[in-house]
């Protein structure tokens, strides 16, 4: 992993990512997320074998969220758990909030392969952040999208 085969959104700079579109970030999470080949929908078996707790939820599932897997997931994802996922997006900074989710703090454990560098752990690390925020802003925007779909709808 010494080489130049790392294809994380790091090795854009800080800059060059910031100057990519919104829509080339998706892009890139949704690459991201087909390569580790992990569905959202695995959180909730997780969830009852007791392999999360409630609270870790909405991270597991936000780092598994891309724009091709969150309709799917909306429809198939167990209700109490989707609660919990929407409470745990509304306690995060705005989209626009740069700042707030520069200075959240990530609780959880890591263990870092001895094979990789410190820098090289660093950019795993930045990968992560980075693709976590781009799953609570995907899962907003179709959570938005749905409750408007819904709004239109006539009474039944």
Excluded: C
């Excluded at 910031?18 to 695995?42: G, H, T, Y």
């Excluded at 997931?73 to 989710?101: C, Y």
Aim: charged content about 35%; cysteine-free; overall charge negative.
């Amino acid at each position: 992993m010494t080489e130049s085969s790392y294809q994380g959104p790091n090795r854009y700079s800080r800059e060059e990512w910031d100057w990519l579109s919104l829509k080339e970030q998706i892009r890139w999470n949704d690459e991201f997320v087909k390569r580790q080949a992990r569905s959202p929908l695995k959180i909730a078996e997780g969830y009852y074998k007791g392999i999360y707790t409630l609270r870790e939820v909405g991270t597991a599932v936000f780092l598994r969220l891309a724009t091709f897997n969150v309709d799917e997931f909306l429809d198939q994802f167990p209700v109490e758990l989707l609660t919990e996922v929407q409470r745990h997006a509304d306690g995060l900074p705005s989209d626009e909030d740069d700042k707030a989710w520069a200075d959240g703090t990530w609780i959880g454990g890591a263990l870092y392969d001895p094979r990789f560098s410190i820098e090289e752990n660093r950019e795993f690390t930045m990968e992560r952040d980075r693709s976590y925020r781009l799953g609570v802003r995907i899962y907003r925007d179709a959570a938005a999208r749905r409750k408007k779909e819904a709004a239109k709808q006539p009474p039944v």
